[in-house]
């Protein structure tokens, strides 16, 4: 497992590529190597991941009758679709990376996704907190979660585009892949394994 050190590297190299800097990569094992130790972000995002299954069993208590209860299964169907939304973009990317011919481009997109995701967890993680703890705040933590996700489209774009040049295309295409189908799927995963509330 990377430690924070480590971590911490990958996140100044992850900043500097978005500030358009060269020296971030550096700072960047984009190679098949590094792909596979960038899983370790799940890793490292654990107590946010924790976070949003304690909040998400609240809301959906509230759906159920007075004095129900949810046991581990609950949890464990939340993972398969947290599990889902991690690796089924990478895999739809993979696809797309091999029919227009850029898969050596490929390591390099997965260990940037997985690096990006864990800052993103975590801005996610406080705003589930604050929600928790201010309810009245919803509507604010609303549009603050839609100013993150907009913050994270334009950084994987910044990031991508010192990974593919120019070729603004390609990159808004694997931006889009990384995270349309995440955002279809969780929904109708959740639906489909009885975690979705209401």
Known sequence: MPSLKEV?????????????????????????????????AAAWALPTTIISF??????????????????TLFFFRLTLVEFANWIVPLVLVGFLCWMV??????????????????????????LVVLMMLF?????????????????????????????????????STITMVLLVPSMILSEMLERFLGVFPG
């Open 8 to 40: 911490e590297t990958y996140l100044t190299g992850l900043w500097l590529l978005f500030r358009q800097d060269p020296r971030g990569f550096a700072f960047l094992d984009l190679s098949d190597r590094g792909a596979l130790r960038s899983f370790w």
């Open 101 to 126: 011919g850029i898969g050596s481009k490929f390591s390099a997109v997965v260990a940037i996704a997985n690096w990006m995701a864990l800052p993103v967890s975590y801005a996610y993680a406080t």
């Open 54 to 71: 304690l909040w998400w069993r609240s809301t959906f208590l509230e759906t159920l009758p007075e004095g129900a209860e949810v046991g």
């Open 135 to 171: 309810p009245a705040i919803d509507t604010l933590v609303a549009l603050a979660w839609l100013g993150l996700m907009l913050a994270f489209v334009v950084s994987l774009f910044r990031i991508f585009r010192m990974v593919f040049g120019n070729h603004i295309l390609t990159i």
